[in-house]
């Protein structure tokens, strides 16, 4: 679980160019969405419907493109919290406290690892060959 204190997320009233941007310089291809506090997670949005919206000169704030997140308790195990992504073809889920705020996010990855180990996925390198005519 990544604590919601280290979780790069938006705000509900970010515009889609804005929230395009913060995705990009983190790097992650979904974003959770927050409705003003970082603990208040409405759920996500995807890179790709947010390059979408932009190349389509979509002029909207991010909620018109938020998806559902699955939400597990703290003490829920990590299978039944991927059977539930699993069901509902989410790859994200909130990790909500007692009172329903957020402490946190897990991704598949995030609970492969767990159960089977660090998952290395290589880094592409950049080649310093020309290239091929």
Avoid at 35 to 64: E, Y
Wanted: proline share 8%.
């Amino acid at each position: 679980m990544t604590p919601i204190d280290q979780v790069v997320s938006v705000s509900g009233t970010t515009p889609i160019h804005t929230a395009l941007k913060i995705a990009l310089e983190a790097g992650h291809r979904r974003i959770p969405v927050h409705a003003g506090q970082p603990n208040q997670l409405l759920g996500f949005v995807r890179l790709r419907d947010l390059a979408d919206a932009c190349t389509a000169n979509t002029n909207v704030s991010t909620p018109r493109h938020v998806r559902a997140a699955v939400t597990a308790g703290a003490t829920t195990p990590a299978i039944d919290v991927l059977r539930e992504m699993q069901k509902s073809h989410r790859h994200l889920a909130i990790v909500a406290g007692t009172d329903g705020s957020a402490l946190g996010i897990v991704t598949v990855e995030d609970i492969v690892e767990e159960l089977v180990g660090e998952i290395d996925e290589p880094t592409p390198q950049p080649t310093n060959s020309p290239a091929a005519p």
